[in-house]
Antibody
């Protein structure tokens, strides 16, 4: 069965970076785009960007360009999202989400979420 | 970027009620819209894609309609497990994706 398992909660200081991992299993990792979505406490969902696990190509939301980096390691079917220069308002749960197929960018499987807390 | 608005932002309903949630896009997106259900502390769950296609395993009491700029999610008979927050999401091209602000459905 398809599973996306994310790394554990992180506590970071302002200005630091965080790297969240998302390990995929149960399907061909390079056959589906992987997106990242975040949710601040009590708030809605915010799309951050995607990575093409086959080519490594990326596309980031304009808001995050220049301070988010999405990568992948196909040998271990894992996607990564790194956010730099953290601020307190980056405190959120970060989710990875798989697309339904190569062309349909709706998200049928999600990771369990990783809480990133930014506090001095 | 395409913006999505949802109405209402919250509603109270009883088990068995018919519930309708609306999502409006700032520009036409054809049928490139999905609906998700999210319960507290959990990841969102895909309910509807392509505006009206029911995701596998989702109960048939959920339905979606609309195209262009106006979309609707309907729950024909609300069940206890349906109390949650619902989000729409647009996918008009491969470069930019947006979620609506959400509609919280709670118990009257």
């Amino acid at each position: 069965q398809v599973q996306l398992v994310q790394s554990g909660a992180e506590v970071k200081k302002p200005g630091a970076s965080v790297k969240v991992s998302c390990k995929a299993s149960g399907y061909t990792f390079t056959g589906y785009y992987m997106h990242w979505v975040r949710q601040a406490p009590g708030q809605g969902l915010e799309w951050m960007g995607w990575i093409n696990p086959n080519s490594g190509g990326t596309n980031y939301a304009q808001k995050f360009q220049g301070w988010v980096t999405m990568t992948r390691d196909t040998s271990i079917s894992t996607a990564y999202m790194e956010l730099s220069r953290l601020r307190s308002d980056d405190t959120a749960v970060y989710y990875c989400a798989r697309t339904m197929n190569w062309n349909y960018h709706y998200f049928d499987y999600w990771g369990q979420g990783t809480l990133v807390t930014v506090s001095s | 970027a395409i913006q999505l608005t949802q109405s209402p932002s919250s509603l109270s309903a009883s088990v068995g009620d018919r519930v309708t949630i609306t999502c409006r896009a700032s520009q036409g997106i054809s049928s490139a819209l999905a609906w998700y259900q999210q319960k507290p502390g959990k990841a969102p769950k895909l309910l509807i894609y392509d505006a009206s296609s029911l995701e596998s395993g989702v109960p048939s009491r959920f339905s979606g309609s609309g195209s262009g700029t106006d979309f609707t999610l309907t729950i024909s008979s609300l069940q206890p497990e349906d109390f949650a927050t619902y989000y729409c999401q647009q996918f008009n091209n491969y470069l930019s994706f947006t979620f609506g602000p959400g509609t919280k459905v709670d118990i009257k």
